[in-house]
């Protein structure tokens, strides 16, 4: 079993449509990240994560460390924010990833 | 701006060819580190590196070995390459243990 779960696994939205992306885990961590990777391959950092919650832009995480859980939210979506969001932990000296959300955008 | 260069984005390799994926950082990082991506499984962790000449194995090291002879240079090989190793790999590297990783672009190896 990953020790890190992404759901869904796939998101189709329409233009303008609030997103949300849920992120649990099932280890002790000291940091979450929200990834982005563009249908190119290259991966960006969105968030670090220790507690709370961060926003940039559009984006919005939060994290729920009681009950290990974590949400990436979209406000506004847009086509170019079809992307793939991959969660990562970071536990130990380790990095974990879960297996991604592909969001596709619609105009 | 800061980079982890792969030097390839698109490879095609025969079955039992050496195969070396190179990444290089400009950051002066200690870690770095190669994964493999598959559908469905996300980035598995191949092997990582905490300094020079240094070098453990991660989740899925059998098929693969590295070579870290210079701080900015990880380097990953396939020594006899197999259909199976068709995946796309992904270089990244941190500063220490409370920082984010920088990724490469990638690199999508195909084994015919």
């Known amino acids: 079993k990953n020790e890190v779960e992404q759901s869904p696994q796939n998101l189709t939205a329409q233009e303008g449509e609030f997103i949300t992306i849920n992120c649990s885990y099932s280890?002790?961590?000291?940091?979450l990240h929200w990834l982005q990777q563009h249908p190119g391959g290259g991966i960006v950092s969105l968030f670090m994560l220790s507690s709370g919650k961060k926003k940039h832009g559009r984006l919005i995480a939060t994290i729920n460390i009681q009950e290990k859980h974590s949400s990436l939210h979209i406000t506004a979506s847009h086509p170019r924010d079809s992307a793939v969001y991959i969660c990562?932990?970071?536990?130990?000296?380790?990095?974990?990833f879960g297996a991604g959300t592909r969001l596709t955008v619609k105009p | 701006d800061v980079k982890v260069t792969q030097s390839s984005r698109y490879l095609v390799k025969r079955t039992g060819e050496k195969v070396f994926l190179e990444c290089v950082q400009d950051m002066d990082h200690e870690n770095m580190f190669w994964y493999r991506q598959d559908p469905g499984l996300g980035l598995r962790l191949i092997y990582f590196s905490y300094d020079v000449k240094m070098k453990e194995k991660g989740d899925i090291p059998e098929g693969y070995s590295v070579s870290r002879e210079k701080k900015e240079r990880f380097s990953l090989i396939l020594e006899s390459a197999s259909t199976n190793q068709t995946s796309m790999y992904l270089c990244?590297?941190?500063?220490?243990?409370?920082?984010?990783?920088?990724f490469g672009s990638g690199t999508r190896l195909t084994v015919v």
């Open positions: 280890v002790g961590i000291s940091a």
């Open positions: 990244a590297s941190s500063s220490g243990q409370g920082d984010g990783y920088t």
């Open positions: 990562a932990v970071r536990f130990n000296n380790d990095m974990r």
